[in-house]
Protein backbone atom coordinates (compact mmCIF):
# COMPACT_ATOMS: atom_id res chain seq x y z
CA UNK A 1 0.00 0.00 0.00
CA UNK A 2 1.46 3.65 0.03
CA UNK A 3 0.73 5.02 3.33
CA UNK A 4 1.29 2.99 6.86
CA UNK A 5 -0.76 -0.04 7.33
CA UNK A 6 -1.85 -0.63 11.13
CA UNK A 7 -3.71 -4.04 12.35
CA UNK A 8 -6.28 -4.53 14.10
CA UNK A 9 -7.65 -1.09 13.98
CA UNK A 10 -9.84 -1.76 16.86
CA UNK A 11 -8.96 -4.32 19.82
CA UNK A 12 -11.20 -4.79 22.61
CA UNK A 13 -9.75 -7.13 24.63
CA UNK A 14 -9.98 -8.12 29.02
CA UNK A 15 -7.25 -6.79 31.61
CA UNK A 16 -4.57 -9.64 32.06
CA UNK A 17 -4.47 -10.63 28.42
CA UNK A 18 -1.87 -10.25 26.31
CA UNK A 19 -2.31 -7.62 22.39
CA UNK A 20 -0.40 -7.48 19.41
CA UNK A 21 -0.56 -4.42 17.10
CA UNK A 22 0.71 -4.63 14.08
CA UNK A 23 2.51 -2.06 11.54
CA UNK A 24 3.51 -2.30 8.25
CA UNK A 25 5.66 0.75 6.80
CA UNK A 26 5.89 2.58 3.97
CA UNK A 27 8.27 0.83 1.64
CA UNK A 28 11.94 2.23 1.66
CA UNK A 29 11.20 3.65 4.79
CA UNK A 30 14.18 2.68 7.32
CA UNK A 31 12.57 4.05 10.70
CA UNK A 32 9.79 3.36 12.12
CA UNK A 33 8.12 4.85 15.11
CA UNK A 34 5.74 3.69 17.28
CA UNK A 35 3.09 6.26 19.92
CA UNK A 36 0.75 6.43 21.91
CA UNK A 37 -2.43 8.36 22.09
CA UNK A 38 -4.81 8.86 25.20
CA UNK A 39 -7.58 10.49 25.31
CA UNK A 40 -7.10 14.57 25.28
CA UNK A 41 -3.40 13.87 25.46
CA UNK A 42 -0.66 14.48 23.41
CA UNK A 43 1.60 12.06 21.34
CA UNK A 44 3.77 9.79 23.55
CA UNK A 45 6.72 8.24 22.30
CA UNK A 46 6.95 4.15 22.80
CA UNK A 47 10.00 3.47 20.70
CA UNK A 48 11.98 3.90 17.30
CA UNK A 49 13.68 1.67 14.86
CA UNK A 50 16.58 2.62 12.71
CA UNK A 51 17.49 -0.09 10.34
CA UNK A 52 19.51 -2.91 12.25
CA UNK A 53 20.57 -0.88 14.94
CA UNK A 54 19.59 -1.31 18.52
CA UNK A 55 15.68 0.10 19.00
CA UNK A 56 15.53 2.86 21.31
CA UNK A 57 13.15 1.53 24.16
CA UNK A 58 13.31 4.87 26.53
CA UNK A 59 9.84 5.40 26.07
CA UNK A 60 8.51 2.03 26.89
CA UNK A 61 6.32 2.59 30.20
CA UNK A 62 6.52 -0.76 31.92
CA UNK A 63 8.32 -4.04 30.87
CA UNK A 64 5.21 -5.38 30.04
CA UNK A 65 5.98 -3.85 26.95
CA UNK A 66 7.69 -4.56 24.19
CA UNK A 67 8.21 -4.33 19.89
CA UNK A 68 9.81 -6.01 17.48
CA UNK A 69 10.89 -5.36 13.83
CA UNK A 70 11.91 -7.93 11.18
CA UNK A 71 13.39 -7.93 8.19
CA UNK A 72 13.54 -4.22 8.91
CA UNK A 73 10.08 -3.89 7.86
CA UNK A 74 6.91 -5.19 9.40
CA UNK A 75 6.39 -4.20 13.64
CA UNK A 76 4.87 -5.66 15.93
CA UNK A 77 4.07 -3.77 19.39
CA UNK A 78 3.22 -6.72 21.93
CA UNK A 79 1.20 -5.31 25.41
CA UNK A 80 1.01 -8.35 28.49
CA UNK A 81 -0.79 -8.17 30.80
CA UNK A 82 -2.74 -5.35 29.59
CA UNK A 83 -4.61 -3.36 32.18
CA UNK A 84 -7.12 -0.47 31.89
CA UNK A 85 -4.51 2.71 31.91
CA UNK A 86 -3.32 1.32 28.73
CA UNK A 87 -6.50 2.10 26.72
CA UNK A 88 -5.26 4.26 24.17
CA UNK A 89 -4.83 4.47 20.19
CA UNK A 90 -1.44 3.20 19.17
CA UNK A 91 -0.13 5.09 16.37
CA UNK A 92 2.70 3.56 14.20
CA UNK A 93 4.85 6.40 11.81
CA UNK A 94 7.58 5.83 9.88
CA UNK A 95 9.86 7.65 7.56
CA UNK A 96 12.89 8.03 4.78
CA UNK A 97 15.46 8.28 7.09
CA UNK A 98 15.43 8.74 11.05
CA UNK A 99 18.08 11.96 10.35
CA UNK A 100 18.22 14.34 7.72
CA UNK A 101 16.35 17.46 6.88
CA UNK A 102 12.70 16.94 7.59
CA UNK A 103 12.54 13.47 8.74
CA UNK A 104 8.90 14.22 8.05
CA UNK A 105 7.14 11.11 10.04
CA UNK A 106 3.95 9.12 8.25
CA UNK A 107 1.46 8.10 10.79
CA UNK A 108 -1.10 5.26 10.53
CA UNK A 109 -4.60 5.55 11.42
CA UNK A 110 -3.48 3.60 14.25
CA UNK A 111 -4.62 0.93 16.47
CA UNK A 112 -7.57 1.45 19.02
CA UNK A 113 -6.90 -0.37 22.39
CA UNK A 114 -9.60 -0.99 24.46
CA UNK A 115 -9.22 -3.04 27.81
CA UNK A 116 -12.15 -3.67 29.83
CA UNK B 1 7.91 16.08 32.08
CA UNK B 2 6.67 18.55 29.45
CA UNK B 3 9.18 19.94 27.04
CA UNK B 4 6.81 21.09 24.69
CA UNK B 5 3.44 23.09 26.12
CA UNK B 6 0.97 23.80 23.71
CA UNK B 7 -2.43 26.02 24.27
CA UNK B 8 -4.77 26.56 24.04
CA UNK B 9 -6.79 22.89 24.69
CA UNK B 10 -9.92 23.57 22.41
CA UNK B 11 -10.74 26.70 20.24
CA UNK B 12 -13.70 27.70 18.48
CA UNK B 13 -13.86 30.20 15.17
CA UNK B 14 -16.09 31.45 13.12
CA UNK B 15 -15.69 30.93 9.67
CA UNK B 16 -13.04 33.59 8.13
CA UNK B 17 -12.01 34.14 11.07
CA UNK B 18 -8.01 33.45 12.34
CA UNK B 19 -7.32 30.75 14.48
CA UNK B 20 -4.16 30.65 16.76
CA UNK B 21 -2.31 28.19 18.18
CA UNK B 22 0.76 28.44 20.57
CA UNK B 23 3.17 26.31 22.26
CA UNK B 24 6.22 27.15 23.98
CA UNK B 25 9.18 24.83 24.48
CA UNK B 26 12.01 24.87 27.04
CA UNK B 27 15.36 22.66 25.51
CA UNK B 28 17.56 25.15 23.01
CA UNK B 29 18.90 22.16 21.39
CA UNK B 30 15.53 22.04 19.55
CA UNK B 31 16.08 22.51 15.82
CA UNK B 32 12.95 21.51 14.03
CA UNK B 33 9.63 22.61 15.00
CA UNK B 34 6.72 20.81 12.65
CA UNK B 35 2.77 21.37 13.10
CA UNK B 36 0.78 18.45 12.48
CA UNK B 37 -2.54 17.83 11.77
CA UNK B 38 -5.11 14.99 12.52
CA UNK B 39 -8.40 14.31 11.57
CA UNK B 40 -11.04 12.39 13.84
CA UNK B 41 -10.07 8.32 13.23
CA UNK B 42 -6.80 9.37 10.94
CA UNK B 43 -3.03 9.39 11.77
CA UNK B 44 -1.58 12.81 12.30
CA UNK B 45 -0.38 14.28 9.25
CA UNK B 46 2.64 16.74 8.47
CA UNK B 47 1.24 20.07 8.23
CA UNK B 48 3.64 23.29 7.84
CA UNK B 49 7.36 23.72 10.17
CA UNK B 50 9.85 25.54 10.54
CA UNK B 51 13.49 25.80 11.48
CA UNK B 52 14.86 28.52 14.08
CA UNK B 53 17.11 30.29 11.28
CA UNK B 54 13.80 32.05 9.99
CA UNK B 55 11.16 33.73 12.08
CA UNK B 56 7.82 33.04 9.69
CA UNK B 57 6.91 30.49 7.16
CA UNK B 58 3.51 30.75 4.77
CA UNK B 59 2.03 28.19 3.17
CA UNK B 60 -1.30 29.02 1.90
CA UNK B 61 -3.42 29.97 4.37
CA UNK B 62 -1.28 28.46 6.75
CA UNK B 63 1.66 30.42 8.86
CA UNK B 64 4.26 29.80 11.53
CA UNK B 65 5.77 32.62 13.58
CA UNK B 66 8.62 31.92 15.69
CA UNK B 67 10.18 33.88 18.29
CA UNK B 68 13.55 32.00 19.28
CA UNK B 69 15.01 34.36 22.23
CA UNK B 70 10.88 33.39 23.96
CA UNK B 71 10.99 29.93 22.87
CA UNK B 72 7.71 30.49 21.52
CA UNK B 73 5.84 29.00 17.95
CA UNK B 74 2.75 29.55 16.64
CA UNK B 75 0.34 28.64 14.13
CA UNK B 76 -2.17 30.76 12.43
CA UNK B 77 -4.92 29.57 10.14
CA UNK B 78 -6.17 32.30 8.02
CA UNK B 79 -9.72 32.48 6.54
CA UNK B 80 -10.55 29.58 8.83
CA UNK B 81 -12.51 27.09 7.36
CA UNK B 82 -15.01 24.22 9.07
CA UNK B 83 -12.51 21.51 6.99
CA UNK B 84 -10.02 23.05 8.95
CA UNK B 85 -11.89 21.29 12.25
CA UNK B 86 -9.48 19.31 13.31
CA UNK B 87 -6.66 18.75 16.22
CA UNK B 88 -3.41 20.19 15.51
CA UNK B 89 -0.26 19.23 17.25
CA UNK B 90 3.32 21.32 17.44
CA UNK B 91 5.87 19.31 17.88
CA UNK B 92 10.22 19.85 17.96
CA UNK B 93 13.22 17.53 17.44
CA UNK B 94 16.76 18.42 18.58
CA UNK B 95 19.45 18.71 16.78
CA UNK B 96 20.94 15.85 14.95
CA UNK B 97 18.51 13.69 16.98
CA UNK B 98 16.13 11.36 15.03
CA UNK B 99 14.95 9.26 17.82
CA UNK B 100 11.77 11.29 18.29
CA UNK B 101 9.62 14.40 18.19
CA UNK B 102 8.61 15.49 21.02
CA UNK B 103 4.95 16.37 20.72
CA UNK B 104 2.47 19.03 22.80
CA UNK B 105 -0.50 18.10 24.21
CA UNK B 106 -2.56 19.18 20.89
CA UNK B 107 -5.83 21.34 20.62
CA UNK B 108 -8.75 20.72 19.02
CA UNK B 109 -9.88 22.93 16.61
CA UNK B 110 -13.63 23.77 15.36
CA UNK B 111 -14.82 26.22 12.79
CA UNK B 112 -18.13 26.71 13.09
CA UNK B 113 -19.83 27.61 9.30
Known amino acids: GAGVSQSPSNKVTEKGKDVELRCDPISGHTALYWYRQSLGQGLEFLIY????????KSGLPSDRFSAERTGGSVSTLTIQRTQQEDSAVYLC??????????????FGEGSRLTVL | QQQVKQSPQSLIVQKGGISIINCAYE??????FPWYQQFPGKGPALLIAIRPDVSEKKEGRFTISFNKSAKQFSLHIMDSQPGDSATYFC????????????FGSGTQLTVLP
Open chain 2, 91 to 102: AARKAGSARQLT
Open chain 1, 49 to 56: FQGNSAPD
Open chain 1, 93 to 106: ASSITGTGLSGELF
Open chain 2, 27 to 32: NTAFDY
